[in-house]
């Protein structure tokens, strides 16, 4: 089983300023299938990358996911106040489709 | 437009069996794969299986492997999650997800239902 595992664990921004989370992986990713979602309080995850740096749809260029192998990150460019969420990577290259315990992102 | 309509919370017995449903609209069920993930109060999501719509292929991740039962009813596009033999700590909200790719078990889920409460407590 493939652990994903995130850094940090918060982070604490302003709005307008640069987001940059983590997601490490105990073994290589494979095909690079590392999504990334975001979740607000009360709501569903929803996509916002796929196979490391393509966009869903719908998602503003200010989110960028970006690695391969076991490093990958997401960056969130001129942070917005509807940014603050808690964000989590998930790899489904491989069963089980591990995902990662999250980064809360809140505002400072 | 895709939409995935998910059961009303329950509130089960420890010992109990709960069966969520997750009704598919918008788009051609039989071509798909549906995931099931929850997430306890206050935790991260935990990946549960998927099943495919359109041969009837399952995987489950090895914690589920004896107590989730994961089907599909084509002629009313609605997909099902059984879990038997409920824990305390199997409270929680528990989402289905459609695949992004058709005919694709490496996909990731892209439309979510809006999540079952399940809880369970003597």
């Known amino acids: 089983e493939i652990v994903l595992t995130q850094s940090p664990g918060t982070l604490s921004l302003s709005p307008g300023e640069r987001a940059t989370l983590s997601c490490r992986a105990s073994q290589t990713v494979i095909r690079d299938y590392l999504a990334w979602f975001q979740q607000k309080p009360g709501q569903a995850p929803k996509l916002l990358i796929f196979?490391?740096?393509s966009w869903a749809t719908g998602i503003p260029d200010r989110f960028t996911g970006s690695g391969s192998g076991t490093d990958f990150t997401l960056t969130i460019s001129r942070l917005e106040p509807d940014d603050f969420a808690v964000y989590y990577c998930q790899q489904y290259g491989s069963s089980p489709h591990t995902f990662g315990q999250g980064t809360k992102l809140e505002i400072k | 437009q895709v939409q995935l309509v998910q059961s009303g919370g329950e509130v089960k017995k420890p010992g109990a069996s709960v069966k969520v449903s997750c009704k598919a609209s918008g788009y051609r069920f039989t071509s798909y794969v549906i995931s099931w993930v929850r997430q306890a109060p206050g935790q991260g999501l935990e990946w549960m299986g998927w099943i495919s719509a359109y041969n009837g292929d399952i995987d489950r991740a090895q914690n589920f492997q004896d107590r989730v039962t994961m089907t599909t009813d084509t002629a009313t596009t609605t997909a099902y999650m059984e879990l038997r033999g409920l824990r305390s700590d199997d409270t929680a909200v528990y989402y289905c997800?459609?695949?992004?790719?058709?005919?694709?078990?490496?996909?990731?889920?892209?439309?979510w239902g809006q999540g079952t409460l399940v809880t369970v407590s003597s």
């Open positions: 997800a459609r695949n992004r790719v058709s005919y694709s078990t490496s996909s990731v889920g892209a439309y």
């Open positions: 196979a490391a740096s």
